[in-house]
């Protein structure tokens, strides 16, 4: 039987380390200088493994995982997540109530575009709307337009991805609140995971409902966001937005 301590579970994920996928992986999620992973350290392990190593270790205590949370590697900070997701899953509402907490805390540390979407909806989000208020955060959807609005690139993505868990239960009114807010947003990431939200308004909820936010905001939107958007329109309308003749 394994023992579940941190030291551990680092030294299992490591037996899946691989010296050239971490170099892939450095120049995937861009860690070089100016760029948006800036400093992050990869050891080479694929999500697979990640995962297995989670599941492996999920029974480890809270102030532990937060510990492999704010770990220098990628790859344990994911894992620390992963744990973070299965926890919140399977937890009563003192646990659950915990976890957000922690997770909003610890922000800093959830600084790629996997780590957010990999853990936000499952967490942020599923609190936001399973929870629409409690003793100390009053009103959890707010925390979702403070983050929108926040300085920080990937406190603004954990917004928009959080919304997801909405749309899954075929609600769309915070993720167009929230991507109107971001719709002048500079960074390409976040025109990225913006289009992809509206998009999946579209599929899950309502194409009626997308196109009106569409016919509203098309013309002056990024075209990035757009183009995730209406990426699953015939041609024919795809055409006609990119074209500005709708």
Partial sequence: MHSLTLKNLK????????????????????????EYGEGDIFIGVVVPDIRKTAKKYNAIGLRETEKLLHSKIHEERLCALLILVEKFRNG??????QIY???????????????VDL???HIVGEFSSDKPTDKLI???????????????LWERRI??????NFINKGQHKETLKIAEILLKDKH????KAVGWMLRETGKRCSREI???FLKKHYKQMPRTILRYAIEKFPEKKRKSYLGGKI
């Fill in 210 to 212: 997308l196109e009106d």
């Fill in 188 to 191: 390409d990431l976040i025109h």
């Fill in 159 to 164: 917004a928009t991805l959080a919304t997801f």
């Fill in 11 to 34: 030294t299992e994920l490591k037996k899946f380390a691989s010296p050239q996928k971490a170099e892939i992986l450095a120049r995937f999620f861009k860690i070089g200088k100016g």
């Fill in 92 to 97: 009563g509402e003192k646990t659950k109530e």
């Fill in 138 to 152: 009053k009103k959890p959807k707010s925390v979702l337009y403070k983050l929108a609005k926040s300085k920080n």
């Fill in 101 to 115: 907490k922690l997770y909003l805390k610890n922000t800093k540390y959830i600084n790629n575009w996997d780590l």
């Fill in 119 to 121: 853990s936000s909806h």
